[in-house]
């Protein structure tokens, strides 16, 4: 149980375009779910907190408007990089916390390698 | 602000041996929460093992246990009878007991399990 999908999986595009990556949580219902980036060899980074049905809060020097984050259900959330250019590519993870109870805060999907020509 | 520093950022150990990787944090809450999390080339994050603060006693799930020094604010994970398959980043963490679930991740230590 627990399982939080994250789409696509690898994603390649062209300077300019922009991405959207979502995150779903399959089995369970989440009110909070968080947006990670990771640089190679690096620790996870959060981006953002979102919560169901309302604005994301993002962390100081993560650009809002850059990165859009939509949380439209207790089992989507959506990151949308917008006109992605060479250095937004990164390795983008999302998680989710589950409603009930739990012995583990995030789980977590399985990340998003996006790659900006 | 809490804070995770993993002072180790590689390790390595002989297969079938014993390793213990070191954590640290800094905090001026009671009551919180330590992990220890794994994350393989694959890259997915894979829980490891979880401490509450208040307990005194040091979780262990199979191989891996935890030394849990509350006072001293450190949080050591220790790996016996290491596999090749443990290979990975391994990712102290911190959360607050009663926060949406936020976690403090340290910078991570890279663990190569040699044969």
């Known amino acids: 149980g627990a399982v939080v999908s994250q789409h696509p999986s690898w994603v390649i595009c062209k300077s300019g375009t922009s991405v959207k990556i979502e995150c779903r949580s399959l089995?369970?219902?989440?009110?909070?779910m968080f947006w990670y980036r990771q640089f190679p060899k690096q620790s996870l980074m959060l981006m953002a907190t979102s919560n169901e049905g309302s604005k994301a809060t993002y962390e100081q020097g993560v650009e809002k408007d850059k990165f859009l984050i939509n949380h439209a259900s207790l089992t989507l959330s959506t990151l949308t990089v917008t006109s992605a250019h060479p250095e937004d590519s990164s390795f983008y993870i999302c998680?989710?916390?589950?409603?009930?109870?739990?012995?583990?805060?995030?789980?977590f999907g399985d990340g998003t390698r996006l790659s900006i020509l | 602000a809490q804070t995770v520093t993993q002072s180790q950022p590689e390790m390595s150990v002989q297969e079938a041996e014993t390793v213990t990787l070191s954590c640290t944090y800094d905090t001026s809450e009671s009551n919180y929460y330590l992990f220890w999390y794994k994350q393989p080339p694959s890259r997915q994050m894979i829980l490891v093992i979880r401490?509450?603060?208040?307990?005194?006693q040091n979780a262990t799930e199979n191989r891996f246990s935890v030394n849990f020094q509350k006072a001293a604010k450190s949080f050591s994970l220790k790996i016996s009878d290491s596999q090749l398959g443990d290979t990975a980043m391994y990712f102290c963490?911190?959360?607050?007991?009663?926060?949406?679930?936020?976690?403090?991740f340290g910078k991570g230590t890279k663990l190569s399990v040699k044969p």
């Open positions: 963490a911190f959360m607050k007991q009663g926060s949406q679930g936020n976690l403090i």
């Open positions: 998680s989710a916390r589950s409603l009930g109870n739990s012995n583990q805060p995030q789980h």
């Open positions: 401490q509450e603060a208040y307990k005194q």
């Open positions: 089995d369970f219902q989440a009110t909070t």
